[in-house]
């Protein structure tokens, strides 16, 4: 064989055979999984070994041949053959047993501890730690040996004795050596980031097994404190027992002693009467006139009936036991002041809704309100009542008694319905599909809607839940009031505690990685409506094993509310079918918050799905549900589509729609959020008693029914809110024991290191008890990160909940301010700027200040610096003296103090339902700084009232960093900011739109 390699030994040479040396150990393999099973010295000696291969081959050869000895075949060879063929080397190179061939080749490779009893001819490669090296090997590192052989260059200078050649072989050395200490050190920090990951996944198996704790304990605390209130009763009676039988005892003495004194006496007489009377005596008696006692005519007596109490306890109160005399009741000069609800169907949930939480809208509107089930309703009643409300009554002799007498006494009627149940000829199985499975035939339906016609032409005027039911009784009364089905302030409570059980903010899969789609029908009347779902259903569960379709039962013989027989194609997936027992409504919302998607399919163009209301999509929204509906009209008009919800008609679109929502858990959230906010104003409590309030002045005469109707139609023509913009943000701390706080103090921040931890200890010095915390970092650049991950970290007992977000690009003010408002689950918010603090009872006083319907309460802020509290400075417009402090909102709420100007900080406790009302904070950068300003102009505009708190609590920070200085009030800056916000208030008209330091 013809050696084309160079003889000689020159720098050049040897400095690429180290250069190649070095560039194979650099160089990282193409997938880590290749190599992550071997040992750390394992890829160490694979690319020596083709370090050696690529310097020996002799190029005029065809095939190159490695020869692998048994042993190494199964440590190494698998690991050799695998980098030569990523290096592109395997098509040159043969793999062979030492067995098969000992003369061809090019390098042995072979094990430390096998034996070589004769000297090769060709170089050999020793892989393993030899303790007892032979005298022909070279030592190249700690497992890495050869036997040199041959006259090949690399080879002398590998085996030669020169200065070039020890000078070579110890640079090999070095290199070798230092790759496997990088290789080792490499192995060794493998090791700890799998410590690492694996002490992460156990700490968060124990944040979820201690929420999991959490929950039973709150379940077990529940669970005692309802044996509590039996309990309760049960001591009382006890006690009451007690006292009954120490007062019978003494009576049962005193008895005795009577007895005891009259036992001589009464003897006498027992003796007297067994005498015979004389034959005198008897002749006289005889003539003698019957005697026949006077007993006085009293009046009957009423039994008194155990009355139901059929509405909540803030809600609905026994008729009280003293009445207005004849002469003082009527229309009296106050006008209408007590509202009582008669409820034709006491006994169904749609009571709570149409009886229930509108007694509470008018009680909240300031009036007397009482419910009483038709039949109990008596004359008192009558006599105590200015307006009666009759519910899905149907017309009787009792009803008839009850019109009559409320005509005579001047008391107003209305009669209320939620569906269209006064229109017999609706009575139709093709119009109702529920009554082939109630057990009632259309003539009994079509008299009960008869009766209920009647009731409704003879009162005055009418109420009802959509548009829909108002055209239907506008045929039979003029006046008709639109009172929506809402929700009250315990359903909200429990939605969206059911939300947090999830997890943390915007959780978009459960833990178990299942899609739940519910749906949640309270009767057996809705076969048509689910049919139309139906086969998308089918066909979503069918391709998505991980899909779960959620359906109701009978809580006592589990009767599925759904008559499956018409639904065979379910039984095929029978096991994705998760079933529920029905629960009363007042728990509804837990088991709506255990939905992904939530579907509400109804008969479109059906005169009788068109009339229904929106409580379906209201109470999945509450409980952060993704809702797909049916375009009715109700529907079409409260759900906006591929922003709040999804609407689908045909089965085509109800596939479609399920399969979006299925795959794209971004979109669940979206909408989801959307959904929350757009219905937490408009089906509120406090949004329902302003609509009362109009209904029940309207009822006092011209004056008043005109005002009432001038307002409610400016109400009508004011354009729904934008929904509130949410920037992307991040989770980077989360803490929640689930407990119940009312207010939540949101800290917004932007390199703010300096003077956030004040902030932070001002909320945490807070007297009030149960308290939310939520930090939004707006993109910060320096260390407050940090600073404010470890305080929360420290702080976890202090508070119910915690919460640290992170926008994922910098939203502005405003951005940052919807981030915190979206999280926060509590009525009421606090909004506080990482540069000021909250005086210790700011909380708690502010709190006291937000009774039902205030949409916000500001207090009065003291401004300070660096120097201390800042002075007002001698001016002749200045109503105050001279060295007073510097207060912020100092005067009384009145919008139209907002006319020429702001008066009003940022550092005011706003309540959730307002902010959702008014769209949320703007989120414009280019006008950022007035955000509050805008708010309040919003709520002057909706009539949501504010209200000041006179008390200084909390401190404004002037400095020449703050963001009013910075930005707004900065010339430009301050002259977009005054465009926008005049453009989207016209009516103010400001007095000082020229930039003005804060110094």
């Not at 700890?192 to 694996?198: G, N």
């Not at 379906?616 to 049916?630: D, M, R, W, Y």
Request: hydrophobic letters at 40%; a negative charge.
């Amino acid at each position: 064989m013809t050696n084309i390699f160079p003889t000689s030994l020159s720098h050049a040479l040897q400095d690429q055979y180290l250069a190649d040396l070095a560039i194979l150990l650099t160089q990282r393999p193409t997938t880590e999984a290749i190599f992550c099973q071997q040992e750390d010295w394992g890829d160490h000696a694979v690319r020596t070994i083709t370090w050696l291969v690529n310097g020996l081959q002799d190029k005029s050869q065809q095939a190159a041949t490695i020869l692998l000895s048994p042993t190494l075949d199964d440590k190494l060879g698998s690991q050799l053959r695998t980098h030569l063929e990523l290096e592109g080397n395997l098509p040159e190179t043969r793999f062979t047993s030492v067995f098969q061939n000992t003369d061809a080749g090019l390098i042995l490779c072979r094990q430390a501890h096998e034996k070589q009893n004769t000297v090769s001819s060709i170089p050999v490669v020793v892989v393993g730690r030899n303790s007892r090296p032979h005298s022909e090997e070279i030592r190249l590192s700690d497992y890495i040996s050869l036997c040199p052989a041959g006259n090949h260059p690399l080879i002398e200078l590998l085996k030669g004795q020169s200065d070039t050649s020890r000078n070579f072989r110890h640079r090999v050395r070095q290199l070798l050596a230092h790759d496997l200490t990088m290789r080792r050190a490499n192995t060794e920090l493998q090791r700890y980031r799998k410590s690492a990951e694996q002490a992460e996944r156990a700490v968060h198996t124990l944040r979820i097994e201690s929420r999991s704790l959490s929950r039973d304990l709150r379940s077990r605390n529940e669970k005692i404190t309802s044996l509590t209130h039996i309990l309760d009763p049960i001591r009382q009676e006890r006690d009451v027992f007690r006292t009954k039988m120490m007062e019978e005892s003494q009576k049962r003495a005193e008895l005795e002693h009577h007895y005891t004194e009259n036992r001589a006496g009464l003897e006498s007489l027992e003796a007297f009467l067994s005498q015979p009377a004389p034959l005198w005596r008897r002749v006289l008696r005889s003539f003698r006139k019957p005697f026949i006692p006077y007993i006085p005519t009293l009046p009957e007596l009423q039994p008194q009936s155990d009355k139901e109490d059929f509405s909540s306890s803030s809600a609905a109160s026994a008729p009280s036991e003293t009445t207005d005399s004849p002469d003082t009741h009527g229309s009296s000069p106050d006008g209408i002041q007590r509202v009582l609800f008669i409820a034709g169907e006491p006994n169904t949930p749609g009571v709570a809704y149409r009886c229930t939480r509108n007694a509470e809208a008018a009680q909240n509107a300031g009036y007397e309100a009482r419910i009483q089930p038709c039949a109990a309703v008596g004359y008192e009643d009558i006599h105590w009542a200015d307006v009666l409300i009759f519910w899905r009554v149907e017309y009787s002799g009792h009803v008839s008694t009850i019109l009559d007498l409320a005509q005579q006494e001047g008391v107003k009627t209305i009669f209320d319905a939620d569906d269209i149940v006064f229109v017999p000829h609706y009575a139709r199985v093709d119009f109702i599909d529920g009554i082939r499975s109630v057990g009632a035939t259309e003539e009994r339906i079509e008299r009960c809607f008869a009766d209920m016609r009647r009731t409704l032409v003879r009162c005055d005027q009418g109420s009802t839940t959509t548009r829909e039911l108002a055209l239907a009784m506008h045929e039979l009364r003029p006046v008709v009031h639109l009172l929506p089905n809402v929700y009250d302030h315990e359903t909200l409570r429990r939605s969206r505690l059911g939300c947090r059980l999830r997890g943390e903010p915007g959780r978009a899969t459960s833990e178990d990685g299942l899609i739940r789609i519910g749906y949640a029908t309270g009767s057996r009347t809705h076969q048509r409506d689910f049919a139309i779902a139906y086969p998308a259903l089918t066909h979503v569960l069918k391709t998505h094993p991980n899909a779960r379709l959620v359906l109701f039962r009978e809580k006592d013989n589990h009767r599925p509310v759904l008559l499956m027989e018409e639904f065979p194609a379910l039984k095929g997936v029978e096991n994705q079918i998760e079933w529920r027992d029905m629960v009363p409504l007042s728990e509804l919302g837990e088991e709506f918050a255990r939905f992904d998607i939530s579907i509400a399919p109804l008969e479109v163009g059906n005169v009788f799905c068109e009339a229904k209301s929106e409580i379906k999509f209201l109470e999945a929204s509450l409980a952060g549900n993704a809702s797909i509906v049916s375009p009715t009209g109700p529907f079409r008009r409260i759900v906006r589509d591929n922003e709040t919800g999804l609407l689908a008609e045909t089965p085509e679109d109800w596939t479609r729609a399920l399969l979006k929502l299925v795959d794209n858990p971004d979109l669940r959230r979206t909408l989801a959020r959307n959904a929350y906010h757009d219905v937490l104003w408009p089906f509120s409590p406090e949004a329902q008693a302003r609509r009362m309030s109009l209904a029940l002045s309207s009822l006092n005469g011209d004056v008043e029914a005109a005002q009432a109707a001038e307002t409610l139609l400016a109400r009508s023509r004011l354009k729904s809110p934008a929904l509130p913009v949410i920037p992307e943000s991040e989770t980077l701390f989360h803490h929640d024991i689930l407990g119940e706080a009312e207010v939540t103090v949101i800290v917004t921040s932007y390199n703010y290191a300096n003077h956030v931890l004040d902030a932070l200890d001002s909320v945490a010095a807070q007297t009030l008890p149960i308290l939310d915390l939520i930090v939004v970092d707006d993109g910060s650049t320096d260390e407050s990160l940090d600073l404010i991950r470890i305080w929360m970290e420290r702080h976890t007992s202090r508070f119910n909940r915690l919460i640290f977000r992170r926008s994922i690009r910098n939203a502005g003010l405003g951005g940052a301010r919807n981030i915190g408002m979206d999280a926060a689950e509590t009525p009421h918010t606090l909004q506080l700027d990482a540069d000021n603090i909250l005086r210790p009872d700011a909380c708690e006083t502010l709190l006291a200040a937000m009774t039902f319907g205030i949409a916000y309460a500001y207090p009065l802020i003291q401004c300070f610096d660096e120097n201390g509290p800042i002075v007002t400075k001698k001016t002749p417009d200045l109503t105050t003296p001279p060295g007073a402090p510097v207060l912020l909102g100092d005067l009384p709420s009145n919008p139209l103090t907002l006319v020429s100007g702001n008066r009003i900080d940022a550092m005011a406790m706003v309540a959730k339902w307002a902010w959702a009302a008014a769209g949320g904070y703007y989120v414009s950068r280019e006008a950022m700084g007035w955000e509050d300003y805008d708010l309040w102009c919003t709520f002057a505009e909706l009539g949501l009232p504010g209200r000041q708190v006179p008390a200084v609590l909390a401190d404004y920070r002037q400095h020449s960093s703050s963001m009013t200085n910075a930005s707004t009030e900065r010339a430009a800056h301050k002259a977009r900011v005054v465009a926008y916000v005049q453009d989207r208030h016209p009516w103010i008209n400001l007095t000082a739109e020229k930039a003005h330091q804060r110094v």
